[in-house]
């Protein structure tokens, strides 16, 4: 790489000093503290990945049979499969495609919508939510702003209101809220997202909203028919089991949609032919979809009873992952102690010390987390 080049993505005192070239920079991902070597694609086998609310179900059989035969035709630029899925997402939320925009996982989108909102001000968060791209969008300009804790853990939606001044050029809600777990009531949601759009964009993301008992009700894709200033990011990552294959979408007014592909490149030609073969074969698979909710919700029991053996409890959750509440016990310590089990969950989330995320994979993979309870507490003297 040029030193120009160089300059361009370090800034130029890295550039000039060489810093960049002392930097030892790993070939592979490496493992949080404790957890064995993965294989190149997915957990190795015996290791219950229960760290990133992924579906181990999916992808669907149709989705990996298309996904196939795109690759088998990989020569070619993504072609008609792009419109193809952008009609199915419009017909199922009673939108036009001119309001759907794809891109690589929801981050993608994600990621240009605070990096669009960071350079008009800052970003209305709660104090804890699915942050990456918020945090990422505001790495060289504007702020993510938070709300105060919320002794619930839950969001208030009046202080967000109440926050929103004259700098934020964006509010970010994810319902339901990761890690929490939490669905927001889909009316007090609707209510909030009417007023504070009519001062500033509302992103509500919504990469869980399949996984909600009600999730029309608890969606907000209506307002965006009614013409309200909300962007909703969906993503084909969770229920639909395709994590690896980086398919996401928002639904938005057509010039908003139109100024992200046009500003930020989520044209068409970007997608990847597999995960969009795969997304097109499996969005309307009902059956594969009611498969994964019904094992979701049979592994949260699973989860619930053997917390409540032990002592612990976990925050009511509408999505494939749990909050759980340890007490007095470090989170970072019971996920290293987890891993030592080939149990792999979250470590601490900001300064909540002692609440630990666990996802829902395979019913054989949370029955491994449930085992581990009780030696792992007793290891940390509970
Ligand atoms: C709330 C939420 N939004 C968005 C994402 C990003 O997912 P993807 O980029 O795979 O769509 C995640 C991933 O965990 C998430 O939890």
Not at 210 to 235: F, K, Q
């Amino acid at each position: 790489m040029s030193a120009i080049s160089r300059r361009l993505f370090l800034g130029s005192s890295a550039a000039a000093t060489g810093a960049a070239l002392t930097t030892a920079v790993p070939l592979t991902a490496a493992a949080s503290a404790g957890e064995p070597k993965a294989p190149a694609y997915g957990p190795a086998p015996g290791v219950a990945k229960l760290n990133a609310n992924e579906n181990p179900y999916g992808p669907s059989p149709g989705a990996i049979k298309e996904a196939l035969e795109a690759t088998r035709l990989g020569a070619y630029y993504v072609g008609a499969s792009v419109p193809m899925l952008k009609s199915m997402i419009a017909e199922r939320h009673g939108v036009t495609p001119d309001h759907v925009a794809l891109s690589s996982g929801s981050s993608g989108a994600l990621t240009y919508i605070a990096t669009a909102a960071a350079d008009k001000g800052s970003i209305l968060g709660p104090d804890l939510f699915w942050d990456t791209t918020a945090r990422m969008g505001t790495r060289h300009s504007g702020d993510l702003i938070r709300l105060p804790k919320h002794e619930t853990l839950s969001i208030d939606l009046d202080a967000m209101f109440d926050a929103i001044t004259d700098d934020v050029s964006l509010v970010q809600v994810t319902n339901p809220n990761n890690p929490t777990g939490e669905a927001l009531d889909g009316e007090a949601l609707r209510a909030f997202c009417k007023k504070a759009s009519r001062k500033v964009t509302v992103l509500v993301d919504e990469a869980y909203n399949e996984l909600t008992e009600n999730p029309e009700y608890t969606s907000m894709v209506d307002l965006v028919r009614e013409g309200y200033d909300i962007i909703i990011a969906r993503t084909f990552s969770k229920i639909y089991g395709m994590a690896g294959m980086r398919v996401g979408y928002t639904i938005a007014a057509p010039e908003v949609t139109k100024s992200m592909v046009l500003d930020y490149g989520l044209g068409d030609y970007a997608m990847n032919q597999a995960g969009v073969a795969a997304a097109v074969a499996s969005y309307n698979d009902l059956g594969f979809l009611e498969m994964s909710k019904s094992r979701i919700i049979e592994a949260r029991g699973m989860v619930l009873d053997g917390l409540s053996k032990t002592g612990l409890s976990a925050l009511p959750s509408s999505t494939n992952f749990m909050f759980v509440n340890l007490g007095d016990l470090d989170a970072e310590i019971f996920r290293q102690k987890m891993a030592d089990r080939n149990v792999l969950i979250r470590g601490i989330y900001r300064d909540y010390d002692n609440w630990s995320r666990v996802s829902m994979g395979r019913l054989e993979h949370v029955q491994m987390y449930v085992d581990a309870l009780a030696p792992v507490l007793e290891e940390m003297g509970a």
